[in-house]
C-alpha cells in the first residue's frame, strides 16, 4: 500500500482534514505547523543505493515512522465517505493499515447480491489509484494471524499458521539465559488462549507448539513444569476483569519507575542472574548492618527512589553477524559507474 500512495493527493487530503478538525476532534497541535511538517518528511525521503542517492517523488518510504498513521488516515478519508451507503450490506468493516475484514448481509437474490458485490468493490478502487484485492465471500476466512469462522449465530476464532512458517524457535544449546525460553512459552500459550475460541483448539495449538520445542531438540522434562506454569497464567489472565488490567498496569508502570537496570551481554560463564541479584541486595540493595537503599536521602533531603534492580541482557555477535556479508562497498564497480 504504501508505495502505491501518491504523495500528492494524499497531501491535499490528510491537509484538509487536519484543518477541518483541528479545535474539533483534536486540541494538541498546530494544525499549519504539523502539515509543514508532514509535507517536509514525506516529499524529502531521501535513499541511498551504492554510492548514490535518489529521492522519491511518489509513495509513501518504507520504513519511516509515520507511514502507518498517514496510509490509515488517507484511506478512512476514502472509507468515511463510501461505507455509510453500504449499510444495509457492510454489518462490519474493520481495517489495519492495508487488511480489511468485514461481514457482509446477502441479498437474497443471488444475480442481484453478486452485482451490489461488485459494485461496492469497484467504489472501494476509486481512490486515486490505490487497488486492493478481495478474497471471495465465505463463512470463512483468514486474516493477520486468525482464522476467523461463522457458525451458526457466532464467529469462532482460532490460530492462522502459514504451512512455510520453519519455527526455528531458539534451540537448547544455543547461548541464552533462561529467561527468554520462559518467556517464549508464557507468550505463545497467552496468545493461544486469547485467540482461540474453543477448548479443543487451545489444546491442539498448545499440543502442536510443545511438538515443535521437542522437535528443537528441547528435553520434555524441561519444558513440560512451563507449560504447566504457563497454562495456568493464561487461565488466570483470561478471568480478570478490564479493571483488573488496569490496575496491573498501573503497578507494572510504578514498579517501572522504580527500577534500575543492569544492561549487559549475556555470557554462559558469567555470574548467573541470581548471583547478580544477590550481590545487588546484599552490597547495595539492603546492606548488612548499614543503611538500605531506599532510606537514603540526598542533601535536599529527597529519598532514593529506586526500589529494585533488573537485569537486562543482550547477545553478543553470533556466526551470523560474523559471517554475513552487509557491506557491499568495494565489491566490483560502483553504482554510479551505471548511471554514466
Not at 18 to 30: I, K, M, P, S, V
Not at 149 to 171: C, D, H, V, W
Not at 179 to 188: C, K, M, R
Not at 201 to 229: D, M, V, W, Y
Amino acid at each position: 500500500m504504501y508505495t502505491n500512495i501518491r504523495t500528492g493527493p494524499a497531501l491535499t487530503h490528510i491537509s484538509h482534514l487536519l484543518r477541518q478538525e483541528a479545535g474539533r476532534t483534536f486540541h494538541h497541535y498546530d494544525t499549519q505547523a504539523l502539515i509543514e511538517a508532514i509535507e517536509l518528511v514525506f516529499t524529502n525521503n531521501i535513499l541511498q543505493f551504492g554510492d548514490t542517492y535518489w529521492q522519491q517523488i511518489s509513495g509513501t518510504g518504507m520504513g519511516i515512522a509515520p507511514a502507518p498513521p498517514w496510509a490509515t488516515i488517507y484511506y478512512a478519508i476514502h472509507e468515511n465517505r463510501i461505507i455509510p451507503r453500504w449499510t444495509s450490506n457492510v454489518l462490519l468493516y474493520r481495517r489495519f493499515i492495508d487488511d480489511i475484514i468485514g461481514i457482509w448481509v446477502c441479498d437474497t437474490c443471488p444475480e442481484h447480491n453478486n452485482t451490489l458485490w461488485a459494485q461496492f468493490k469497484a467504489d472501494m478502487q476509486q481512490w486515486h489509484g490505490l487497488e486492493w484485492e478481495f478474497s471471495g465471500l465465505s463463512q470463512s476466512c483468514n486474516y493477520m494471524d486468525l482464522t476467523l469462522t461463522i457458525s451458526g449465530r457466532t464467529i469462532q476464532s482460532t490460530l492462522f499458521e502459514k504451512a512455510q512458517n520453519l519455527y526455528l524457535y531458539l534451540p537448547p544449546h544455543s547461548s541464552h539465559p533462561r529467561g527468554p525460553l520462559q518467556s517464549l512459552i508464557f507468550g505463545n500459550i497467552l496468545r493461544i488462549h486469547r485467540l482461540c475460541s474453543t477448548p479443543n483448539e487451545i489444546q491442539k495449538h498448545s499440543r502442536a507448539f510443545f511438538r515443535r520445542l521437542i522437535n528443537r531438540g528441547h528435553n520434555s522434562s524441561t519444558i513440560t513444569p512451563i507449560f504447566h506454569k504457563a497454562t495456568h497464567n493464561a487461565r488466570a489472565y483470561m478471568q480478570r476483569t478490564p479493571d483488573d488490567h488496569t490496575h496491573r498496569q498501573h503497578t507494572l508502570q510504578t514498579k517501572t519507575d522504580t527500577t534500575i537496570f543492569f544492561r549487559l551481554k549475556y555470557h554462559p560463564q558469567d555470574p548467573t542472574a541470581r548471583d547478580i541479584q544477590q550481590a545487588w541486595q546484599t552490597t547495595i540493595a539492603s546492606p548488612p548492618n548499614d543503611v538500605p537503599l531506599t532510606q537514603l536521602t540526598n542533601v535536599d533531603g529527597f529519598s532514593m527512589p529506586i526500589q529494585s534492580l533488573t537485569i537486562a541482557y543482550s547477545r553478543p555477535l553470533n556466526l551470523r553477524n560474523q559471517f554475513s556479508v552487509r557491506n557491499i562497498e568495494n565489491r566490483g564497480l560502483t553504482v554510479s559507474s551505471y548511471l554514466t
